[in-house]
Antibody, heavy 121, light 107 residues
Framework: EVQLLESGGGLAQPGGSLRLSCAAS????????MSWVRQAPGKGLEWLSA????????YYAVSVQGRFTISRDNSKNTLYLQMDSLRAEDTAFYYC??????????????WGQGTLVTVSS | EIVLTQSPATLSLSPGERATLSCRAS??????LVWYQQKPGQAPRLLIY???NRATGTPARFSGSGSGTDFTLTISSLEPADFAVYYC?????????FGQGTRLEIK
């Protein structure tokens, strides 16, 4: 059974940093591209970043380019999102997301339960 | 970036009725359009990918159609479990973008 378990959310100050982790199990992690998607409370979905199975190819949304860094450790079956220079508008639930396909296509067939990040002073 | 506009914002229907949800792209996304369903307090669920392919476990009452800039998600006969928010997403161009969602509510 595929499981994605996010951690690392919480309260951060504006300008601060947080690192989210997503522990994956139930599939060959290194074979699949992964993404981070967020959702502000009561709002819609926003794709943030994607990384290929090997980690060699990465894409970002404009809203987080230069502030957030996606990475993965295939030896630990873990996906990361380093979030720097946080802003109030980054407050959201952050979801780890697995690609349906081996190639990076961003069709998400499994989602984590989400971790809440709140940016406030 | 490609903007996806979903309509209507809210759709009020009764169980057993047919639902038609629209997603329009600001430029062609070919057939690279995905539909998700989200219920309150839950993560989204994949329904349809590449415009018309049902994901594993998606009931046959859900169908997707369209290409280029205009796409439709149709639910042939609504069941109580289908009342939720539906999002479209394009995977044609980076950055990936989502529509703003259509809320399907019980009339």
């Amino acid at each position: 059974e595929v499981q994605l378990l996010e951690s690392g959310g919480g309260l951060a100050q504006p300008g601060g940093s947080l690192r989210l982790s997503c522990a994956a199990s139930g599939f060959t992690f290194s074979n699949y591209a992964m993404s981070w998607v967020r959702q502000a409370p009561g709002k819609g979905l926003e794709w943030l970043s994607a990384i290929s199975g090997s980690g060699s190819t990465i894409y970002y949304a404009v809203s987080v380019q230069g502030r957030f860094t996606i990475s993965r450790d295939n030896s630990k079956n873990t996906l990361y999102l380093q979030m720097d220079s946080l802003r109030a508008e980054d407050t959201a639930f952050y979801y780890c997301a697995k690609d349906l396909f081996v190639r990076m296509k961003v069709v998400v067939d499994y989602w984590g339960q989400g971790t809440l990040v709140t940016v406030s002073s | 970036e490609i903007v996806l506009t979903q309509s209507p914002a809210t759709l009020s229907l009764s169980p057993g009725e047919r639902a038609t949800l629209s997603c329009r792209a600001s430029q062609s996304v070919s057939s690279y359009l995905v539909w998700y369903q989200q219920k309150p307090g839950q993560a989204p669920r994949l329904l349809i990918y590449d415009a018309s392919n049902r994901a594993t476990g998606t009931p046959a009452r859900f169908s997707g159609s369209g290409s280029g800039t205009d796409f439709t998600l149709t639910i042939s006969s609504l069941e109580p479990a289908d009342f939720a928010v539906y999002y479209c997403q394009q995977r044609s161009n980076w950055p990936i973008t989502f529509g703003q969602g259509t809320r399907l509510e019980i009339k």
